[in-house]
């Protein structure tokens, strides 16, 4: 009995170190994808707007696919200003999933970056 609870709780230790692994590679790949997309020149998002937004949602590697049915899915992270133009919140995880129905077919993978521009919207959001 208690080899049969030493290994479960192994087990769970496993799992938890392994989702906390993937959680902070995810957190590292978010970053990346802003720093690419803030050092491109031409095609970045504008300084101005970016100081104006009051949160940041990014979404590494959202998957679609679709043959009639399709679906897409993806894991990132959520920012928030602490107030008006002031210093960042932590990240909190964010999903986005979806479907739709029609004439469709293929797949992407595509890194995803949304600003919200004001406090409803991040209301809405969070």
């Known amino acids: 009995m208690k080899k049969m609870i030493g290994l479960l709780a192994a087990g769970l230790a496993s799992a938890?170190?392994?989702a906390e692994n993937?959680?902070?590679?995810r957190l590292d790949t978010a970053a990346v994808v802003l720093d690419e997309i803030m050092a491109a020149p031409d095609k970045g998002i504008p300084q101005d707007q970016f100081n104006k937004a009051a949160c940041v949602i990014i979404v590494p590697g959202l998957?679609?696919?679709?043959f009639i049915l399709g679906g897409k899915y993806g894991k990132g992270f959520i920012e928030c200003r602490k107030t008006e133009?002031?210093?960042w919140s932590a990240p909190a995880a964010v999903r986005v999933e979806g479907g739709s129905v029609g004439f469709q077919i293929g797949?992407?993978?595509?890194?995803?970056?949304?600003?919200?521009?004001?406090?409803?919207?991040?209301?809405?959001r969070l």
Do not use: F, I, P, W
């Open 63 to 66: 998957k679609k696919g679709a």
């Open 107 to 124: 797949g992407s993978e595509t890194d995803v970056v949304l600003l919200v521009m004001n406090r409803r919207g991040m209301d809405k």
């Open 85 to 87: 133009g002031g210093a």
């Open 16 to 18: 938890a170190l392994h």
């Open 22 to 25: 993937d959680a902070v590679k």
